[in-house]
């Protein structure tokens, strides 16, 4: 939610930094790579008196093959890398058990322990927020993702500068290093969103944002590397 659009909360990004930094390598080194990818889906499902519920997936089944050739590059295996995500969604899950208003925390993954998964229930947007707070606690982040509610609209804001953000997370790191993480991150990463209503939506702000057909649910599908060359966020109002 703070743009960590990668789910990322901060153990998330410390268990997997040394994969990063091979992807730094992989991804500007050959053509081969190019279609690795890491995509995040945050699903939600709004009711009209605010609650609701929220799921949360990281699925990494296009970045198979990178981390098959970062197990052969570090001192870890696959089994290891996986185990590391299975992880991060655990604490996230312990994390979001003691906030008030949020209930039904589930945290899984499948079989394969490719595709991760994080939801739970609210009972308002205030009770939303502070779970989203307690997601992505961080010490000076430049950025975070809220949401409003009222009779008319719905907003889902966020950061622009998703480099900044991750530079956050990288501020010990060697600035020329840090930039390449950032530049190779934002170009594997793909965030789809996916929120629905009890009402029919009218509109949407977002450029890329499409409405289904009963026009209860609202679409985005965008890659990271595309938002902040066209300094978009994935910040949304949606009017009923």
């Known amino acids: 939610m703070c743009i960590t659009s990668l789910f990322v909360i901060k153990s998330f990004v410390k268990k997997i930094q040394y994969l990063t930094y091979l992807l730094c390598l ?9 279609d690795v990818g ?3 889906y945050e699903t939600g499902r709004i009711h009209d008196n605010g609650s609701g519920q929220l799921e949360l997936v990281a ?12 197990s052969l590059l570090t001192k870890s295996t696959p089994d290891i890398v996986r185990k590391g995500v299975k992880e991060a969604f655990s604490e996230a899950a312990d994390n979001l058990k003691c906030v008030a208003g949020v209930s039904n925390v589930t945290s899984e993954h499948n079989a394969k322990m490719s595709r991760f998964k994080l939801s739970f229930q609210f009972d308002s947007i205030k009770a939303l ?8 606690t961080h010490v000076n982040h430049p950025g975070c993702t809220s949401f409003k509610m009222d009779r008319r609209s719905f907003a889902r804001t966020d950061t622009k500068d998703v480099a900044q953000l991750l530079a ?3 501020a010990k790191t060697d600035p020329y290093i840090a930039n390449l993480i950032s530049k190779t991150f934002l170009s594997v990463v793909t965030y789809h969103l996916a929120y629905s209503f009890d009402k029919e939506i009218k509109k949407a702000t977002h450029a890329l944002a499409s409405i289904s057909a ?7 599908t965008q890659s990271l590397a595309s938002a902040q060359e066209n300094e978009l966020s994935l910040s949304n109002t949606i009017s009923f």
């Open 26 to 34: 992989l991804v500007f080194s050959s053509n081969k790579f190019l």
């Open 38 to 40: 890491l995509d995040i």
């Open 59 to 70: 699925d990494l089944t296009n970045a198979e093959q990178l981390i098959q050739v970062a």
């Open 129 to 136: 927020n502070e779970a989203v707070r307690k997601l992505y």
């Open 168 to 170: 956050h997370y990288y």
């Open 214 to 220: 009963d026009r209860k649910t609202v679409l985005l």
